[in-house]
């Protein structure tokens, strides 16, 4: 299987600014994909992809801003740099504040720029793992049966056995019985492992990153 390489989504409306651009990542092996506006931008990128935004401010038609905004409609959590001139501060702040990971204004060091893109990447690619994590939790809490769900979560919960037990009015046997089963299924043998991954696969992509920087075996 080929592994997917981060590409650097580049939109701006300069045609030197994007050969500039262009040649100064390609020298360090960073793939790079250009667009002259946010519309030829929109209808040529993989909603799925990884790397970063690569955004001018100022376009013509629709501005950077307003395609920052698109893409967050459209739930894409691609990072996104912005690329300034003169005067454009106050909107770059604006773009952060609106999620953008950085801005950079022009004119700007090559090494600057790599740098702040290969961060980007890195929050891509950390993003990736977190959903990717997330989806296999998923997919094994799937499995658990209705019961066995409904213990796995009164545990999470801080209730004992024998609390659970007098809930559905059944022993603490068969109450263990399902917590057994459920944590065979999930392949893990302490309550704390169980807590990560019910919390992993309920929380937000960003709140979820140090679980996974954690090394926590989901497997």
């Known amino acids: 299987m080929i592994e ?3 590409t650097v989504y580049l ?15 390609s020298s360090v092996e960073i793939q790079v994909c250009s667009f002259a506006s946010a519309v030829e931008f929109l209808d040529g990128f993989d909603t799925d992809a990884m790397g970063c935004l690569l955004l001018d401010v100022r376009l013509p038609g629709m501005s950077g801003l307003d395609l920052q905004d698109e893409l967050r409609a ?3 959590d691609l990072p996104v740099i912005m690329i300034t001139g003169y005067g454009d501060v106050a909107m770059a702040v604006r773009a952060m504040k609106n999620g953008a990971v950085d801005f ?6 090559g ?12 929050c891509s690619m950390d993003s990736r793992a977190v959903r990717k994590s997330r989806e ?8 658990l049966t209705r019961r066995e769900r409904q213990v796995v979560d009164m545990i999470v919960n801080g209730m004992s056995s024998k609390q659970i037990a007098a809930e ?4 603490t046997q068969a109450v263990d019985a399902h917590r057994a089963r459920a944590m065979r299924k999930l392949n893990t043998k302490s309550v704390a492992t169980l807590a990560k991954l019910v919390l992993l696969a309920e929380c937000p992509d960003r709140k979820c990153t140090d679980m996974v920087e954690g090394n926590m075996n989901v497997a």
């Open 136 to 143: 296999d939790v998923q997919s094994q809490l799937a499995k």
């Open 104 to 109: 950079i204004e022009k004119p700007f060091k």
């Open 11 to 25: 939109v701006d409306d300069d045609p030197d600014m994007r050969n500039l651009i262009h040649a100064l990542l």
């Open 168 to 171: 559905f009015k059944v022993t």
């Open 74 to 76: 459209r739930g894409v």
């Open 4 to 6: 997917e390489q981060p």
């Open 111 to 122: 090494q600057v720029l790599i740098d702040r893109i290969q961060e980007a990447i890195r």
